[in-house]
């Protein structure tokens, strides 16, 4: 595949494809060019009879903050055909395994792609975040689906509704992460990973994956097109105006008014 954006830099490492988000300096946000490019690499990994296995990470404090904010206020997601859900399509309908690896903060999606990852490794220093309230937003990416069903209502809504940062040690007790490690440690051990798994008889491999997303598949689709209008909506919102303006004001949002 052609590289169209260098913040998402495509790594050949034989069976394994690594996907590294590459923009330090806005903290790895997500834009629709690199979404677009996440989305590329992806299907084209799908389609590469020699790739085996994705691994995506980060850079080295940070793994992304998110959907970039100023593209939220300036080319919002339309619809399915958006960058951002094209991403998230190609992610949760990969037929190869993905492996995550999380230094540092993985910040609104950067936490709800997880979820449609296979295994997730994170270092001991990593935090994570599903901030979407705080932003007058709601749940995107399937999570008001993925997120009860995994550690159970009260402590998805902990997570939704206070969108308080939390730690990997926390992730690990919830389930979202496999296993933390060192920061030093972090990337070789989960490119050990993927490389055991790349080892297998990929046949089975990518069947049993289909096997263990198939019960959820429809569910997760069906979640995803009823969140996606709202989020769309709730993007137009006073609160989530009142919210982006606060962050770039580098000022706490004030929401007595609405
Ligand atoms: N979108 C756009 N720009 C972002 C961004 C985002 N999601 N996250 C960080 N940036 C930018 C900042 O505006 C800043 O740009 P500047 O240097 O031009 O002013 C730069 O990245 C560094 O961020 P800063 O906030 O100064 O770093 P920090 O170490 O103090 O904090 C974070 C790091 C990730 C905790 C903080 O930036 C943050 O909370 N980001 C927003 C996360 C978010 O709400 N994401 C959307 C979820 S739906």
Not at 213 to 228: F, L, P, S, W
Request: charged letters at 25%; one cysteine or more.
């Amino acid at each position: 595949m052609t590289e169209k954006t260098n913040e998402i830099r495509v790594h050949d490492e034989g069976t394994v494809l690594r996907l590294q988000i590459n923009r330090p300096e806005k903290k790895n946000a997500l834009t629709l060019e690199m979404y677009s490019a996440l989305a590329e690499a992806i299907r084209d990994a799908d389609r590469q009879k020699k790739v085996r296995v994705i691994l995506l990470h980060g850079t080295e404090d940070c793994f992304t903050s998110g959907n970039d904010l100023k593209d939220f206020l300036n080319s919002p997601p339309q619809g399915d055909e958006s960058p951002v859900m094209q991403f998230l399509l190609a992610l949760s309908q990969a037929q190869k395994p993905v492996v995550a690896v999380v230094q540092g903060a993985a910040i609104g999606i950067g936490t709800t792609l997880l979820l449609h990852c296979d295994l997730v490794y994170a270092s001991t220093e990593a935090r994570f975040q599903l901030p979407f309230v705080n932003l007058g937003l709601c749940p995107e990416a399937a999570s008001s689906f993925i997120l009860p069903q995994l550690m159970g209502r009260q402590r998805a809504a902990e997570l939704i509704l206070l969108g308080e940062a939390f730690s990997a040690e926390k992730a690990l007790e919830l389930g979202i992460v496999n296993q933390t490690f060192s920061s030093q440690e972090l990337l070789e051990r989960g490119l050990e990973q993927a490389r055991k798994l790349a080892a297998l008889p990929p046949s089975a491999v990518r069947l049993s994956k289909a096997l263990l997303v198939k019960g959820d598949a429809r569910a997760i689709a069906q979640t995803m097109a009823e969140e996606t209008p709202l989020f769309m909506e709730r993007l137009e919102s006073p609160e989530a105006k009142e919210a982006f303006a606060a962050f770039f004001e580098r000022r706490k949002a004030d929401f007595s008014k609405f």
